[in-house]
């Protein structure tokens, strides 16, 4: 089954073209690499895949989901580990203040 499908994904900040036409597949159970250099547009990428930003163009199914238009349709069945960068938008996390994150944003336990 395919697991994640992207069908000419484009975003667009401003003046810059982040991401032009981006399409894959995943299959179910494969291992998969998504590389570029800096600013290639893969974290973009990825935000449009998972919910977190929506697309300008493009199709994107999760598990079968369409999800193109209904960022919430699939994350239920996503798991993130963010990188630096996505920890930064909550500041500094210290206890006791419960811990905040993309797993606990999505519902799962
Ligand atoms: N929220 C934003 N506002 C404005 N421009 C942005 C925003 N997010 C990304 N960009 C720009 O979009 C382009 C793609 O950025 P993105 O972070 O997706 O690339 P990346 O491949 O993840 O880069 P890196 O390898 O450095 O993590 C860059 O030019 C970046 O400056
Ligand atoms: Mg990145």
Request: glycine share 16%; with cysteine.
């Amino acid at each position: 089954m395919t697991a994640i499908a992207a069908e000419g994904l484009a975003k667009r900040f401003g003046e810059v073209q982040a991401v032009a036409g981006v399409s894959f597949e995943v299959v179910q159970g494969e291992l998969f690499g998504f590389l570029g250099p800096n600013g290639a547009g893969k974290t973009t990428t990825i935000n449009m895949l998972t919910g977190l930003a929506r697309p300008d163009a493009g199709r994107i199914r999760i598990m079968g989901i369409d999800c193109t238009g209904k960022p919430k349709a699939a994350q239920h069945l996503i798991g993130v580990v963010p990188d630096e960068s996505t920890l930064g938008a909550y500041g500094e996390i210290r206890a006791p203040k419960p811990p905040v994150g993309n797993s606990a944003n999505y519902g799962n336990p």
